[in-house]
C-alpha cells in the first residue's frame, strides 16, 4: 500500500466553486465518466447539502461510476453528513469527507466556537458517517495555520472516532514546501494511530506552491493528494492533478510511490473540462498547455530531431496528445461517427442525443473539410450543453460589418418556443449582436469575460467562446463553438443566459 499514491479528484466540488464553473448535472456526469476512465482513485462528486440538484447530480454519478469510490463533501454537522451520506448509497464504493476548520482564525472568526467544541463536533460527524460507509475522511480546515498541537489532538480522536484518512489542507494557499513537508512529517511522527490511516493532502495556489507544496507532503508520508483537472478551484485554484501525476512517475528516482492514472488520458480529460466550465487552458501550462511540447528555438528542435531526449522529458502521446488526429469528413456515416465517439469514450445517452450530434456533424462537415478529435469533442460538448429545458436558443444571426461602418446584427432568438427578432448596433460584431440579444432579453447581467480560442488550426478551425456574465452576485459561464465566431459569441452569450436563468440556490461549503 505504501507504494501507491492516491489520486483523489475534486474538479466537481473544489473545482466547481472556481467563478461560474457551475456544472448542470450532465456536465457532471461526462467528467465523472472521464475520471473514471482516467483511473482517478475517488471522485469527489460535489457537496451534497449545497441544494437538492447537488445531492441528485452525486447520487447518479455514485449510480454510474463502478471504478472509483465516489465522495461527498459534509461540513461537520447532521445535516450536512446525512445529507452526503444519501447521496452516496448507491455507489459501490462511497466515502463522506467532513470538515471543520481548526484555526484560531477560523474557529474564533467564522465558527464562533471553542476548540473544545471543534473536536466535538469533529469526532461527532465521523461517527455519524460511519452510519452510512466505512470509508470517512477527515480534513482539519485551514491546517496550515492551525497550532500543532491542537492539529494533533483533532487528529488523534477522529482516527478514534474511525476516520480512515486525514486530510491536511493548505485552504489558503499560504506554505512553502519545506514547511508543509515538515508539518506532514511531524503529524505522521507525533499523531497516535498515525499508521492506521493514509494521510492526505489538499493545497490552493495562491502562491503558486501547490503542486510543489503536495509533493513535499507525498515525500514525507502523504499517499492521499487532491487535486484538479487543469487546476481547476477556488481562488487561484488547486494542485493540478496532471503536474502531480507526471511528476511521480516522470520522477521515479526520488518517489517512491506511484499512482494508477491512465496518463493517456490527461489530454482528453483536461480538454473536456475546459469545454464544460469555460476556464481555456493557459498555452505554457505544463503537461495540457498547447505549448508544452512543442519546440520554437532551433537549437531545440535541431537537438529533438537528433534525439529526442535531449530536450524531452515526456512524450506527448504518453500523455494523451494525439496531434490533432484527423478522424471524419463530410462523406463519414453515422456508424463511423458514433465508433470514433465510442474510441474516444463518449458517451450519448440516448439515440435522439447521437441523431442531433450527428446532424451537427454533418453541418460543420459542411463548413470544414476535415474534422478533428477536439472538434467532435466540442461538438458533443456543444451538445450536451442544449438542455432541453434550455429558455433561450438561437434561430438565426446575420451581421453587416464593413469599413466605414457601424456593425449591425440581426437576430432571431427562441424564448421557450416563442420567436423574438431585434437589432442592434455596436462597437464590433460582436458587440453588436450581444446588444441585440439583450435588447430581447433584458438580463441587466455584466460582462466579466470575453474569449476566443481556436479549437485546432487552420483558418477553418472552429472558434470556442467562453463568456461570463454576473448578476446580483451569480456568476455563470456560457460556452459556444463555431467555424463563425461571431456565431459562436452569440451562442456562448445565450448558453449563459440560459444558466443564469436556471440556476437553483446553492449553499457554499466553506463560507
Ligand atoms: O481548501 C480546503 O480546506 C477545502 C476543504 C473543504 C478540504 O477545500
Ligand atoms: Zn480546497
Same mark, same amino acid.
Given at each position: 500500500m505504501n507504494d501507491r499514491l492516491i489520486i483523489f479528484d475534486t474538479t466537481l466540488r473544489d473545482g466547481e466553486q472556481?467563478?461560474?464553473?457551475a456544472m448542470t448535472k450532465d456536465e457532471k456526469i461526462r467528467i465523472a465518466r472521464q475520471l473514471e476512465r482516467l483511473g482517478v *482513485?475517488?471522485?469527489?462528486?460535489?457537496?451534497?447539502?449545497?441544494s437538492p440538484g447537488d445531492a441528485e447530480a452525486i447520487k447518479s454519478i455514485a449510480g454510474i461510476i463502478k471504478h472509483s469510490t465516489v465522495c461527498s463533501l459534509a461540513r461537520a454537522n447532521e445535516k450536512d453528513v446525512r445529507a452526503a451520506g444519501e447521496a452516496i448509497l448507491p455507489a459501490a464504493s462511497g466515502r463522506i469527507h467532513t470538515f471543520i476548520a481548526t484555526s484560531p482564525i477560523h474557529m474564533e472568526?467564522? %465558527?464562533?466556537?471553542s476548540p473544545d467544541q471543534v473536536v466535538e463536533a469533529a469526532v461527532k460527524a465521523v461517527k455519524m458517517a460511519l452510519e452510512y460507509t466505512d470509508n470517512v475522511e477527515f480534513s482539519a480546515e485551514d491546517a496550515v495555520r492551525s497550532e500543532m498541537d491542537f492539529l494533533c489532538r483533532v487528529f488523534e480522536e477522529v482516527i478514534k472516532a474511525g476516520a480512515t484518512t486525514l486530510n491536511v489542507p493548505d485552504t489558503v494557499g499560504y506554505s512553502i514546501p519545506a514547511l508543509w513537508g515538515e508539518r506532514m512529517r511531524q503529524l505522521i511522527e507525533r499523531v497516535?494511530? @498515525?499508521?492506521?490511516v493514509i494521510w492526505s493532502t489538499h493545497c490552493h495556489n495562491d502562491l503558486g506552491m501547490a503542486v510543489a507544496n503536495s509533493l513535499a507532503a507525498v515525500m514525507n508520508g502523504a499517499r492521499q493528494v487532491e487535486c484538479t483537472i487543469n487546476g481547476?478551484?477556488?481562488? @487561484?485554484? =488547486?494542485?493540478s492533478l496532471e503536474e502531480v501525476v507526471m511528476a511521480v512517475k516522470t520522477r521515479r528516482d526520488v518517489f517512491t510511490c506511484d499512482s494508477r492514472? *491512465?496518463?493517456?488520458?490527461i489530454v482528453p480529460s483536461s480538454r473536456l473540462v475546459s469545454q464544460i466550465t469555460g476556464y481555456p487552458v493557459q498555452?505554457?501550462?505544463?503537461?495540457?498547455? @498547447? =505549448?508544452?511540447?512543442?519546440?520554437?528555438s532551433g537549437i531545440h528542435q535541431d537537438g529533438v530531431l537528433k534525439h529526442r531526449e535531449t530536450y524531452e522529458i515526456m512524450r506527448a502521446e504518453d500523455v494523451g496528445?494525439?496531434?490533432?488526429?484527423l478522424t471524419l469528413g463530410k462523406l463519414s456515416g453515422r456508424n463511423a461517427f458514433r465508433t470514433r465517439l465510442q474510441e474516444l469514450g463518449i458517451v450519448l445517452e440516448s439515440e435522439e442525443a447521437v441523431n442531433a450530434a450527428f446532424a451537427r456533424f454533418k453541418e460543420l462537415a459542411d463548413k470544414k473539410r476535415e474534422i478533428f478529435d477536439e472538434d467532435l469533442q466540442a461538438l458533443v460538448a456543444n451538445e450536451s450543453g %442544449? *438542455?432541453?429545458? *434550455?429558455r433561450f436558443r438561437l434561430v438565426s444571426l446575420k451581421v453587416c460589418s464593413e469599413t466605414g461602418e457601424t456593425p449591425h446584427a440581426y437576430i432571431v432568438l427562441s424564448d421557450g418556443g416563442a420567436e423574438l427578432r431585434a437589432d442592434e448596433f455596436g462597437g464590433g460584431p460582436v458587440d453588436a449582436s450581444f446588444r441585440a440579444i439583450e435588447k430581447m432579453v433584458g438580463s441587466g447581467s455584466s460582462l466579466l469575460l470575453y474569449s476566443v480560442n481556436n479549437i485546432?488550426?487552420?483558418?477553418?478551425a472552429q472558434g470556442e467562446v467562453t463568456v461570463r456574465l454576473s448578476r446580483n452576485g451569480r456568476i455563470v459561464n456560457g460556452q459556444g463553438a463555431d467555424t463563425d465566431i461571431v456565431i459562436a459569441s452569440a451562442k456562448a452569450y445565450l448558453n449563459a443566459l440560459n444558466k443564469l436563468f436556471g440556476v437553483e440556490e446553492r449553499a457554499h461549503p466553506q463560507v
Open positions: 472556481s467563478p461560474g464553473a *482513485d475517488v471522485i469527489e462528486a460535489g457537496f451534497a447539502a449545497a472568526k467564522k %465558527l464562533r466556537m497516535p494511530g @498515525a499508521d492506521r481547476l478551484g477556488e481562488r @487561484a485554484g =488547486n494542485a492514472i *491512465d496518463a493517456s488520458q498555452p505554457n501550462k505544463a503537461i495540457v498547455g @498547447a =505549448n508544452a511540447f512543442s519546440h520554437e496528445w494525439s496531434h490533432n488526429k %442544449l *438542455d432541453a429545458c *434550455d485546432t488550426t487552420g483558418t477553418d
